[in-house]
Antibody
Framework: QLQLQESGPGLVKPSETLSLTCTVS??????????WGWIRQPPGKGLEWIGT???????YYNPSLKSRVTISLDSSNNHFSLKLSSVNAADTAVYYC????????????WGQGTTVTISS | QSALAQPASLSGSPGQSITISCTGT?????????VSWYQQHPGKAPKLMIS???NRPSGVSNRFSGSKSGNTASLTISGLRAEDEADYYC??????????FGGGTKLTVL
């Protein structure tokens, strides 16, 4: 059974770069059938789509975050990563990684989420 | 891109049916049959309930159904149960090849 697990620092200083990794187990990320994405949820607020990467390396980003976001695949380690630069308090959130079905864009497998706090 | 519009909250009694709306534009909800719905219980990751407007993944109760008319998609839950109390989010593919979530609806089972 496919599982996703987010990892990375729980505390990041303002103006620095937030870096998270999503490790995929039970399946390969180099498959034509799926996209791999990041979604976040600020405390007490709704879900926000951050961006998605395809096995080919193609990426798609939320326009409001595009200038600060990089999502990449590491096929040798079967994981994908999120980098968000120049963070501020508004980037404090639970960050989720998810698998997205290529044929439907439904996000059918999610990680448990990791809390990232932006504070000095 | 703007978040899709959902009612902030809804409530219903056990056994009743409720419908959650999700309104977008012709560039997202109205332009593609790629609307999905997610259920999220407090402190948990979201769960896919409906994809491609009407499709239920294996294991999702048939009490959950989806539909779409124009720029508005809907999620209907019939025979409400206490365990349906959760937050619900819609999501759509867009003409820019991005995805956009709705603001979320808090469902209370009275």
């Amino acid at each position: 059974q496919l599982q996703l697990q987010e990892s990375g620092p729980g505390l990041v200083k303002p103006s620095e770069t937030l870096s998270l990794t999503c490790t995929v187990s039970g399946g390969s990320i180099t498959t034509v059938d799926y996209y791999w994405g990041w979604i976040r949820q600020p405390p007490g607020k709704g879900l926000e789509w951050i961006g998605t990467v395809y096995y080919s390396g193609s990426t798609y980003y939320n326009p409001s975050l595009k200038s600060r976001v990089t999502i990449s695949l590491d096929s040798s380690n079967n994981h994908f990563s999120l980098k968000l630069s120049s963070v501020n308090a508004a980037d404090t959130a639970v960050y989720y990684c998810a698998r997205e079905l290529r044929r439907s864009f439904g996000m059918d497998v999610w990680g448990q989420g990791t809390t990232v706090t932006i504070s000095s | 891109q703007s978040a899709l519009a959902q009612p902030a909250s809804l409530s219903g009694s056990p056994g009743q049916s409720i419908t959650i709306s999700c309104t977008g534009t012709s560039s997202d909800v109205g332009g593609y049959d790629y609307v999905s719905w997610y259920q999220q219980h407090p402190g948990k990751a979201p769960k896919l309930m409906i994809s491609e407007v009407t499709n239920r993944p294996s294991g999702v109760s048939n009490r959950f159904s989806g539909s779409k008319s124009g720029n508005t998609a809907s999620l209907t839950i019939s025979g409400l149960r206490a365990e349906d109390e959760a937050d619900y989010y819609c999501n759509s593919y867009t003409s820019s090849s991005t995805r956009v979530f709705g603001g979320g609806t808090k469902l209370t089972v009275l």
